[in-house]
């Protein structure tokens, strides 16, 4: 019903909404549905409707005067990482080898696929960046980053709104075939077939906070996975 709960969409559309106006909600035709035939009775339907508001009513007012420690969060996985100490830096550098073999690696396109030309000409000048050493932009070289974490034997996902193109084209995590359905996945032809540690690429609702309390929970859970979350734009890091 608009942009957001306090928006009136009739402003500016004003035909639709008469139309919308008109419609029977979804929850409402289940409802009806279920009576109908016989799954429920009103009595249980205006019984699940009560529990439900009394739940959400009793953490809204739980809310108020809640409060946790941070330890209370942490878990056995948690537990088992050493504290490191922040004087002793430690060197994230890799082997240039090891570099150009994952670089070629995850910036070859399969021959048999449908492509994109303009996206067969990023993976190839990224081909060639890694090659020469020179050159590599920012997508090739946060590609380079995550690939090799899943070849140390970690896990990377990362969410937002565009995030499997990246926002200004410059990602292209997922790269799409132009005469079928589906998609390359590139940094994840590092990972074997069977092989739990996955690159994840996972455009995202534009609900900024539940998409971070989410990304907090499988970060909390996980702490061997790299968990990002990317703002497309300044507003949408604010509001989160």
């Known amino acids: 019903m608009g942009h957001n709960e306090l928006d009136q969409p009739s402003f500016t559309q004003p035909l639709m909404y008469k139309q919308v106006a008109k419609m029977v909600p979804v929850a409402k035709l289940y409802e009806n549905e279920l009576l109908a035939n016989g799954t429920v009775t009103p009595e249980e339907v205006r019984g699940m409707k009560t529990t439900i508001l009394d739940i959400l009513e009793d953490a809204y007012k739980q809310s108020k005067t ?75 070289a946060e590609a380079l980053a995550f690939a090799t974490l899943i070849q140390d034997g970690y896990h990377v996902r990362i969410s937002g709104q565009d995030v499997e193109r990246g926002t200004f084209s410059h990602r292209h995590a997922h790269v799409f075939y132009q005469d079928e359905m589906g998609y390359h996945n590139p940094i994840n032809q590092i990972a074997g077939e069977q092989d739990s540690r996955k690159f994840i690429a996972s455009n995202s609702h534009l609900s900024e906070f539940a998409v971070m309390g989410y990304e907090l929970g499988y970060a909390q859970t996980h702490p061997n996975t790299l968990v990002l979350w990317e703002a497309q734009f300044g507003d949408f890091a604010n509001g989160a």
């Open 66 to 140: 809640l409060t946790y420690k941070a330890e209370d969060w942490e878990t056995e996985q948690w537990d088992a990482i050493k504290v490191l100490d922040a004087h002793e830096a430690k060197s994230s550098g890799l082997e240039l080898d090891r570099l150009r073999d994952v670089g070629n690696t995850i910036s070859t396109l399969p021959a048999d696929k449908t492509f994109h030309r303009l996206i067969r000409k990023i993976f190839e000048t990224r081909n060639t960046s890694i090659q020469d050493g020179v050159g590599i932009d920012w997508g090739t």
